[in-house]
């Protein structure tokens, strides 16, 4: 084998390996952690009510379920503040996220909390999920 078929070989192999890789990460398994962007835009007058479901209950049992909180903010500027929520998720990866959300949908301590902050009416009117992985020059978090 001379040279250039050497060179044109480790061509082939290294665009099927990007390729593979570009594969996962648009199928969302790019091997390692995957973080869920997630926007609640809430009916009016019912932030607060979302706020405190959050904030006593619901983040616990995403944690007990495996899905870390990386953080949560309310838009300071018109026209979300006062009616949005944003938040991060992180979870190991786009497959455990799918299991954690499985569970979290039937968690009777999150069906029953629902119910209860729900009696008047819900609380979100629509809500925009954006999964992401990070990338090769971002800070580790």
């Known amino acids: 084998m001379n040279r ?26 790019a091997g390692g952690p995957v973080y869920e962007l997630r926007i ?26 495996g899905m870390h909180g990386v953080g949560y903010w309310t838009p300071t500027d018109e026209p979300l503040k006062g009616r949005t929520l944003v938040y991060m ?19 009777p301590e999150w069906v029953k909390l629902k119910a209860e902050s729900e009696a008047n009416g819900a609380l979100v009117e629509k809500h925009d999920i954006t999964f992401m992985t990070l990338t090769d020059f971002s800070p580790k978090v």
């Open 89 to 107: 998720l992180k979870h190991k990866s786009r497959a455990a996220a799918a299991e954690s959300w499985a569970k979290f949908g039937k968690d």
């Open 40 to 65: 609640y835009h809430t009916f009016e007058g019912k932030l607060e009510p979302l706020l405190k479901r959050f904030r006593e209950q619901e983040t616990k049992i995403f944690e007990r379920l």
């Open 4 to 29: 250039r078929e050497v060179l044109q070989g480790m061509g082939a192999a290294m665009m099927f390996s990007t390729a593979s890789g570009l594969a996962a990460q648009a199928a969302g398994d």
